[in-house]
């Protein structure tokens, strides 16, 4: 099964600011998928990422406060923008390589003060 | 859209005992897999299992996909067992991942 490398792993961030979590795949995946858990709760999709597209996003979630980079085949960024208190959560990427079922990096816990 | 239940919300066991977990789905899907997420918070593959019974060491799962749900037995838990374990679906004709509700497990020795 693939193998991501999710970075980086926690982090503390001031309201208002924007932080990028970058997620490196070490095989080639058609999509890479992010994800959002909230304390305490189970996990949300937010966008699927194609690359050389734009991600699709899900109900709730927009390209202005979440937006995702796909330069290739087996790297994504995600962007927290403009963050409040309500955004402290874990945020993952995931990829599905075909077969085997989906994969997950180690994930991001953010913080935001 | 489907829903995905897991039953029970939380489970406490003393070392050494055993437990089913079960995941309900409203809808037919794709494919199935069950996750542990540790108190670090890394989500691990467990089963990923569409249908049918799989078995890895302690752990073993089935899943009747016609009945729509899935279980996951834990034999002779150890402490290293606690965290979260979430079922997955997967529907057809979408690359989308739904995930439930959540069991959390503590195992006290």
Redesign the interface.
Known sequence: ?AVISQKPSRDICQRGTSLTIQCQVDSQVT?M?WYR?QPGQ????IA?ANQGSEATYESGFVIDKFPISRPNLTFSTLTVSNMSPEDSS?Y?C?V?PGG?????G??T?LTVV | GIQVEQSPPDLILQEGANSTLRCNFSDSVNNLQWFHQNPWGQLINLFYIPSGTKQNGRLSATTVATERYSLLYISSSQTTDSGVYFCAVELYNTDKLIFGTGTRLQVFP
Request: hydrophobic share 35%; aromatic share 14%; net charge neutral.
């Open positions: 099964s999509m998928f858990q189970s996990l949300t999709l699927t874990i993952l995931s599905d085997t079922g989906y994969t997950f180690s994930g816990r």
